[in-house]
């Protein structure tokens, strides 16, 4: 009986072959959503591991950020560049989850994680959201929480203000341009907590200090910072 749904499977396979959104190879009946060629070989960056990281330097002398990583380094080309592209622009949500899970197993146990209450996703605003439908700052924390047991809120920070694209401004403009537009809405809910804030590619880091300052107007609260993507473009 067992060979008759392998078979059929196969001919699901062949008719509807899912794709690993890595490097567009088909994937094997034993894969889920990244090959396993993609899985190995994706640049880690081990940042978890290295204090005083080049993602940890980003924030020195912006906001009080406890410890900062990323997965993986973001490059021209590179598989991860793929994998998030298509988890933002095609509708790839499982990608972002599956890599959720693969970055909260290097994060589990390490002391990094040391004393984290509460995963906080940088939220979409809600216009945003409608149109992609998903966050995907938020199925990247689902996948960490889902190996980590650390828990997500996506209702304490919320996004106000829909901010252009940032590509051409200075750092002191985005600043500007970032600064307030996030709100925290359960203050209380968060006093005497360490939040981590997850974001999808983590850039000049202007989106994730936004959001930082404005958790950080809390008393005794701690912020770290866990991105899938450092981008070196
Ligand atoms: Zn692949």
């Given at each position: 009986m067992n060979y008759l749904y392998d078979l059929w499977d196969d001919l699901i396979s062949l008719l509807f072959p899912r794709l690993c959104h890595g490097c567009g190879n088909q994937l094997l009946r034993n894969e889920k959503v990244i090959c396993t060629e993609c899985f190995v070989v994706i640049p880690r960056t081990n940042f978890h591991l290295i204090p005083d990281n080049p993602v940890e330097k980003l924030f020195w002398g912006r906001c009080p950020v406890e410890r900062a990583a990323a997965f993986s380094y973001y490059t021209r080309d590179s598989r991860i560049r793929r994998m998030i592209h298509h988890l933002k622009y095609n509708g790839a949500a499982e990608t972002g989850t599956e890599l959720g899970r693969i970055y909260g197993n290097s994060l589990k146990n390490t002391v990094f994680l040391d004393g984290i209450d509460l995963i906080v996703p940088v939220p979409l605003h809600p216009s945003k959201l409608r149109r992609r439908g998903y966050n995907q700052s938020e199925l990247i924390s689902k996948g960490i929480s889902e190996s980590t047991g650390i828990p997500v809120s996506t209702d304490i920070l919320k996004r106000i203000t829909v901010t252009s694209?940032?590509?051409?401004?200075s750092r002191y403009d985005r600043w500007i341009n970032v600064n307030d537009i996030f709100r925290i809405y359960d203050r209380e809910g968060i006093v005497g907590k360490h939040i981590l804030i997850v974001d999808d590619v983590i850039t000049t880091g202007s989106t994730i200090e936004a959001c930082a300052s404005e958790i950080l107007k809390t008393d005794h609260v701690k912020v770290s910072v866990a991105a899938l993507a450092y981008s070196v473009i």
């Open positions: 694209t940032q590509t051409r401004k």
